[in-house]
T-cell receptor, first 113, second 111 residues
Framework: DTEVTQTPKHLVMGMTNKKSLKCEQH?????MYWYKQKAKKPPELMFV???????INESVPSRFSPECPNSSLLNLHLHALQPEDSALYLC????????????FGPGTRLTVT | GQQLNQSPQSMFIQEGEDVSMNCTSS?????WLWYKQDPGEGPVLLIA?????ELTSNGRLTAQFGITRKDSFLNISASIPSDVGIYFC???????????FGKGTKLSVIP
């Protein structure tokens, strides 16, 4: 089973809203990632969690707040977003940070109005 | 940061034709991955390569890790309509724990 699930599939939020994106995997992977993908562009790394600890933050604005409650779950809390934050948000996981085979979820299509 | 040059940017082919795309860099890579992404979905891992010169197949797909470790190739034989999508190469540069992605090749298959 190489499945990573993400909810919701689509999300529309206003600039004053607070929402959360959720990601789950049951492959026993200990590294989890958040990526942002704009149309016709490759995924851009936002955050990396390794063994439930944040190990990389690619200078992401504080209006994006990641959380890893346990080894299977990864959340991305959103607050006071801007319209330019509209994108496909992808979660991925790998066995650990030394394994480069990353398995992606289907993504959450976020629209900020 | 490291840059991957992926080509072609897009291609239109007739169903049944073979397809080739590649990624090149000025940096040395330890790992090459090839992903396919359908519209509105996440990338799906197709093939992973770990050794220079390695040639790996997955059904009609064949990928190679270039002998110089600075490039990789993906071939699709006898294309079918469901091959349509964007193909991304991704690589791990020596000394880095992160993946660098190419800009993608958009494949269109004409039935």
């Amino acid at each position: 089973d190489t499945e990573v699930t993400q909810t919701p599939k689509h999300l529309v939020m206003g600039m004053t809203n607070k929402k959360s994106l959720k990601c789950e995997q049951h492959m026993g992977h200990r590294a989890m990632y958040w990526y942002k993908q704009k149309a016709k562009k490759p995924p851009e790394l936002m955050f990396v969690y390794s063994y439930e600890k944040l190990s990389i933050n690619e200078s992401v604005p504080s209006r994006f707040s990641p959380e890893c409650p346990n080894s299977s779950l990864l959340n991305l809390h959103l607050h006071a977003l801007q319209p330019e934050d509209s994108a496909l948000y992808l979660c991925a996981s790998s066995l650990d940070r030394r394994s480069y085979e990353q398995y992606f979820g289907p993504g959450t299509r976020l629209t900020v109005t | 940061g490291q840059q991957l040059n992926q080509s072609p940017q897009s291609m239109f082919i007739q169903e049944g034709e073979d397809v080739s795309m590649n990624c090149t860099s000025s940096s040395i890579f330890n790992t090459w991955l090839w992903y396919k992404q359908d519209p509105g979905e996440g990338p799906v891992l197709l093939i992973a390569l770990y050794k220079a010169g390695e040639l790996t197949s997955n059904g009609r797909l064949t990928a190679q890790f270039g002998i110089t470790r600075k490039d990789s190739f993906l071939n699709i034989s006898a294309s079918i309509p469901s091959d349509v999508g964007i193909y991304f190469c991704a690589g791990q540069v020596a000394g880095s724990y992160q993946l660098t992605f190419g800009k993608g090749t958009k494949l269109s298959v004409i039935p």
